[in-house]
């Protein structure tokens, strides 16, 4: 009985150290295929390959290509007019050239009008321009006459740096009596000129003149 009780003990104990203590296998399972890093790349077959015994080659025996091979259109259809070539129809003539010129661009530089038109219709809309494009305004006749009595260069300093403007001071006047001072800036020396002079008739006084045509002095 005893023998009996102690067999069973050693096996019971055989069996929980077994199942306590963990196998080696556990931590680092053994690899069932090696692990390759190069990539694997199959040919792909985009056509289907053909067979020697599917190729058929044509000879043409009963040809000579040195024979001349006349060329044989087919018959066109009934009622089929072939178009007319660009070189067969009438010449113009010089007045047509002309009249069709003048209706697609208008007049020639000569100034004859074909059609009739009016080649001054124009000159009346033509505006006056200097010789850097700008328009050029015309002197105003009011009977007043300018004077330029000085022109100076101004700067202004801003954020990117300085710009550089004309100041000019114009005194204008007709003689009898009345007289103006205008300043303008402009950054070109013609439109300060011309914005002083608009400033200047806008401060017309009247001063008392004396028969020598002079105003009291001492």
């Known amino acids: 009985m005893a023998a009996t009780t102690t067999a069973i003990a050693l096996t019971l104990s055989s069996f929980t150290l077994r199942s306590t203590i963990p196998s ?6 053994k690899p069932s295929k090696p692990i390759s890093l190069r990539r694997t790349f199959r040919p792909l077959s985009l056509t289907p390959q ?3 015994s599917d190729i058929d080659t044509s000879f043409f025996d009963d040809v000579n290509p040195e024979e001349d091979i006349v060329f044989d259109p087919p018959t066109p ?3 089929f007019t072939p178009p007319p070539s660009f070189d067969e129809g ?3 003539t010089e007045d047509e050239i002309a009249a069709a010129y003048e209706e697609l661009y208008g ?6 009008s074909v059609l009739g038109n009016d080649v001054y219709v124009m000159d009346s809309k033509v505006k006056k321009s ?5 328009v050029k305004k015309e002197k105003v006749r009011d009977g007043f006459e300018e004077r ?14 300085k710009q550089l403007h004309f100041r000019a001071i114009v005194v204008v006047g007709d003689k ?26 806008r401060n017309i006084i009247t001063i008392p003149m004396t028969k020598y045509l002079t105003f009291p002095h001492r």
């Open 24 to 29: 080696k296998t556990f931590f680092f399972p």
């Open 176 to 201: 009898q009596g009345q007289v103006g001072v205008g300043v303008g800036k402009a950054k070109e020396v013609i439109g300060a000129v011309q914005k002083s002079a608009v400033n200047a008739r």
């Open 130 to 134: 200097s010789a850097f494009g700008k």
């Open 50 to 52: 053909a067979k020697s």
């Open 148 to 161: 330029v009595v000085q022109v100076r260069r101004v700067t202004k300093v801003v954020k990117g740096g």
């Open 77 to 79: 259809p009934e009622g």
């Open 90 to 92: 009438p010449e113009e």
């Open 107 to 112: 007049p020639a530089y000569s100034g004859v």
